[in-house]
């Protein structure tokens, strides 16, 4: 299940899973490895959104419906992935240290580069307190700013399929698997 030499997750999979379904509906593609990270965010072209994922219920709660809201817009980046805190913690680090230095870590995350410059962030602290609706205003701020792909990245029928997921971090089961 897991790569030679890769950590295993803090949370257990099948817990989380109803949280990566709900971006990955939504047309992100996942992060699992530090190779992966290199892969998309080492592009020098073009613009990428990465979400830093989480199983903090009061924020991520708001974020992971408010990007996939944000991401119905009729100009959104040309890429958009995520790594999930806790579960791809290689992919994690290697983001947090080669993408993102001195930018204390926090999840939920999200960050908007346009090649490798970051034109947009927006942490934790930034995402506590605001509904969904709110998160996705400000990106779709940022992404009319910045980004030039046309929308949605899902058909409307897709997005409206999407489960978003309600769970409490702390009623998330530690993972007890090797």
Known sequence: MFQINQRVPIYDPQAVQPMRDELTAAGFAELLT??????????KEGTTL?????????????????VTLA??????????VTVFAGQDRDAVDHLRSSYLPGIPPSSPYMALFKGSELVFLMQRMNIEGKTADMVAD?????????????????PKE??????HAKA???KIPKFEGN
């Open 34 to 43: 530090p190779a992966d990270v290199d892969a998309y965010l080492g592009a």
């Open 50 to 66: 990465v979400m830093i994922n989480s199983v903090c219920g009061c924020a991520a709660g708001s974020a992971r419906p408010g």
């Open 71 to 80: 991401l119905q817009n009729n100009v959104i980046p040309d890429r958009v």
């Open 138 to 154: 400000e990106l779709i701020a940022a992404f009319n700013e910045h980004c030039k792909k046309e929308g949605p990245s899902v």
């Open 158 to 163: 897709q997005y409206d399929a999407i489960l």
């Open 168 to 170: 409490c971090g702390s």
